[in-house]
């Protein structure tokens, strides 16, 4: 008789969720946000542009995937465990949206997934391992950088690109619910010289990830 092993299972499902982060195919719960918007003309520039910032956004929401593994599988409290579960679904639907509009609009995913995964994964442990007021301090910060980089993102996307525009506008939305849930569940104040280290990642990332 085969046993009954809950920790493989478990971690059978935690890796098939890696390699979907890392390879483009999650599948999104809720309608993506561009849905029914029209196409707009665009020239070739405001395409490519697009596509790099929407390649950005899937590394991001990459780098939330494994964070929010990690720090689920850390988190002590059960309420704290449920919140960071529901934010990680609403995270996999700005996964999937992010990945199927840097298809729609001609580019490719980031060659550095894997690497940008393993990163955030390590980073969500160990914010874990600090307790539930660190894990979420950590988890707020991460999402007030993500909400403030996409009003970035907004600002540099073509007006007349209404489907990128849904997506980037729907999951800052997200992004702000998901700090305040963070907050609200009793996060710490983060040092700043901990906030600006977090702010250099950030930047170091996208740089990259705009390129490669
Ligand atoms: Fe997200
Ligand atoms: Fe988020």
Redesign the pocket.
């Known amino acids: 008789m085969i046993p009954d092993l809950p920790g493989v299972d478990r971690l059978i499902t935690e890796f098939d969720r890696a390699l979907r982060a890392v390879a483009g195919v999650h599948h999104a719960e809720r309608p993506n946000p561009s849905a029914g918007l029209p196409e707009a003309e665009m020239s070739a520039e405001s395409r490519d542009e697009a596509a790099a910032l929407m390649r950005v956004n899937h590394v991001g929401e990459v780098c939330?995937q494994a964070l929010y593994q990690g720090q689920a599988l850390t988190a002590r409290n059960p309420d704290t465990r449920e919140s960071l579960r529901k934010?990680a679904q609403?995270?996999a639907d700005?996964l999937a949206w992010s990945a199927e509009r840097v298809r729609d609009l001609g580019g490719r995913l980031s060659l550095l997934n894997p690497v940008w995964y393993a990163g955030s994964l390590a980073l969500g442990i160990g914010a874990g391992l600090l307790g539930d007021r660190w894990n979420l301090a950590f988890l707020a910060e991460?999402?007030r950088q993500?909400e403030a980089h996409l009003d970035g993102h907004l600002q540099r996307l073509s007006v007349e690109d209404a489907r990128t525009r849904a997506i980037v506008e729907t999951m800052r939305d997200?992004?702000a619910r998901?700090?305040e849930t963070a907050i609200g569940l009793g996060a710490a104040e983060l040092p700043s010289v901990v906030r600006s280290a977090m702010r250099g990642m950030a930047r170091i990332m996208t740089t990259l990830a705009y390129r490669i």
């Open positions: 939330a934010a609403e995270e700005h991460t999402e993500v997200d992004e998901h700090r």
